[in-house]
């Protein structure tokens, strides 16, 4: 199992360019990054992490869902150098404390160091120090993030927090985190939806481990690195799903990756039809997740999550009042998925019944809209608790209390069409993949991708006019298929191209969209390319 594999760590830098799967030159971004280090902190590092991005071939906003998912990773990355600063000898107040700096220029110096805070656990207990309370007050290691605002070191510093309480616990006198030096270097556009923050974080939490020596942990598999990313990023508040860490962590190279993440995470590569290319195109409209996350992103995992529990009662589901269930739980229950069965690549049920038993709750969805809604328009605050079944407490607390989102109508019907019909088409995309290569294969899976683009548009509202314009001009100029990829309200585009037609595609695009015509060289070729599915994350340690 591709989640089970442990994170590769190159000694030999040919060994590693070479297990990248890609044909840009590595080899310079590399040298000039260790050059700069040297420059900057007087010393060489010791390692380097790097983190790629990831495009999302087909299935938008169902990972939150527990549906899943195909990305794949990008040859473009995040790479982190870092070395310990002498750990023995520092004081004692220097434990732990981190100087970073970023290549680009718009990134200023920031320097940090992680204290130990009373942490108040919820449930009822006696601790020594004070008998009789009703709480019991752990450490946790903690570090100021601020998230009303986006800034680069708060990617860095997420990935700090995971490392930290994970890895050492406060309690724990000896367990000292070094001091260390890190710069950063990326070329992925940040805010486009290739995950430029997965990759910060993947990266960062890969370089204090191995700065820390924690690396070699017999239990750091690449799922578990996964799962600890995912975590760390909520730090930056939002409440993603785990595709894209879990792309950027366990992609291989030629082939995109079938992540499901119930009963468990688990990772299948798929291999595309051989001529399939796939071109990113980036509208060049920048989504800014840590301000419109309270009414944009955080609100539709807010929509998902209601509309799964409204339609898990119509249906008869049983769940408890504390249970956030996920549509991807609800259609497992109506089908009496047995827990423990082996897990198939649909998770825990075969696949030809997973598509029965989405079908199922898709036919459903009508009960949603609610006694007013018109067209799709949505429902009240007072209305959605209603048809929760809980008291305006226990929703607010269950649904609420852990996300700031800003909204009075929620569109549970028109987010349900989308989330479970673009399940079913994640399905679809991976059984004609099986087919191998001919024309009618690339046509069929072109085809899904505009449905995709078109539910995002229509039911989910996650598009935008210039990623409409993008994706319809891609279809004009000859791909097989395009769409909106990662979170959308900007950011890029996927299409799939036949490989023979990659040039005149390339051209037709920049002629076409307006925001293209002024670019030129390197400015270009970040905005709009092709790219090969390629490896995910790796650390290499200089011996
Ligand atoms: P991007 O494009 O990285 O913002 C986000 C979520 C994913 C997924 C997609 C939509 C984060 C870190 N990632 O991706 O988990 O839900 O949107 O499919 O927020
Ligand atoms: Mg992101």
Known sequence: MAAELPIPIYTNLNDLYANLGTTLNHAERWNTLVEEFEKRYGRKPEYIARAPGRINVIGEHIDYALFGVLPTAVERDILIACAPRSPAKDKEEAYGEVVANNTHPKYTESQFVPEKKAHSSMFKGISDSEPGEDVVHVEQWHLDIDTSQLRWESYIKAGYYGVLNN???????????????????????SGSGLSSSAAMVV????????????????NLTK?????????????????????????????????VLYITFY?????????????????????????????????????RVVETLVGARILARHLGVKLDDK??????????RLAEEKKGEEAGKGGGMEESRLKEAIQLVLNEVDHLKGRDEKDGEGVSMEEMIELSGLTADAFNELYLSWVEVEADNFKLYRRAKHVLSE??????????????????????????????????????????????????LARQSGAYGSRLTGAGWGGCCVSLVAEDEVESFLQKMKAGYGRFKDLEGEALSEALFATRPSSGACVFKYT
């Open 203 to 218: 990266g960062s939490t890969l370089a204090f481990l191995a700065a820390n020596g924690k690396l070699e942990d017999a």
């Open 167 to 189: 890895f050492f616990a406060p309690a724990d006198t000896d367990a000292k985190p070094v001091p260390m030096d890190m710069l950063v270097s990326g070329n992925l556009p």
């Open 263 to 299: 009963p468990k995470l688990s990772a299948t590569p798929t291999s595309l039809p051989p001529r399939a290319v796939l071109v990113v195109a980036n509208s060049l409209v920048v989504a800014d997740k840590a301000v419109s996350a309270k009414w944009c992103y955080n609100l």
């Open 423 to 472: 399940a079913l088409r994640v399905l679809e995309f991976s059984d004609i993949c099986q087919k191998g290569e001919s024309e009618t294969v690339l046509q069929e899976l072109g085809t899904l991708m505009n449905e995709s683009h078109k539910s995002c548009n229509d039911e989910f509202d996650c598009s935008c006019p210039e990623l409409n314009e993008l994706t319809e």
């Open 323 to 332: 249970e956030k269930v996920t549509y991807r739980e609800v259609v497992g």
């Open 223 to 255: 799922g578990r690195l996964v799962e600890i990313a995912v975590e760390n990023e909520k730090r930056v508040g939002v409440n993603s799903g785990g595709m894209d860490q879990a792309a950027s962590v366990i992609s291989q190279p030629g082939s």
